[in-house]
Nanobody
Framework: QVRLVESGGGLVEPGGSVTLSCTAS????????GGWFRQAPGKEREFVAT????????YYAQWVKGRFTISRDNAKNTVYLQMNSLKPDGTAVYYC?????????????????WGQGTQVTVSS
């Protein structure tokens, strides 16, 4: 059973940046895709970005528009999400996911393991 733990959230000013980390234990992250999703108050969980296990291919939600970068360090069993130019509507709990989603990378049900989430609040 893999355990995913997110970190790096907090209060960020509009236009600011933050990097989230997701570290896996109990299983190597290297053979699985890593994904980031977010859930704002009163809204459904939505896809943010994903990175494949090998020859890392990255895929982002269209609304990201080049502001975010997903990366991974298999030696540290960690996936990262660097977020720049944050907007107030970026306030949400950000969740890390792991699995083998195949082509359904944007679907929450395609990932078998989830972290508890880390809160990001974008506000001045």
């Amino acid at each position: 059973q893999v355990r995913l733990v997110e970190s790096g959230g907090g209060l960020v000013e509009p236009g600011g940046s933050v990097t989230l980390s997701c570290t896996a234990s109990g299983r190597s992250f290297s053979n699985y895709a890593g994904g980031w999703f977010r859930q704002a108050p009163g809204k459904e969980r939505e896809f943010v970005a994903t990175i494949s296990s090998s020859r890392p291919n990255r895929y982002y939600a269209q609304w990201v528009k080049g502001r975010f970068t997903i990366s991974r360090d298999n030696a540290k069993n960690t996936v990262y999400l660097q977020m720049n130019s944050l907007k107030p509507d970026g306030t949400a709990v950000y969740y890390c996911a792991s699995g083998r989603p195949g082509p359904q990378v944007v679907e929450t049900g395609a990932y078998g393991s989830w972290g508890q989430g880390t809160q990001v609040t974008v506000s001045s």
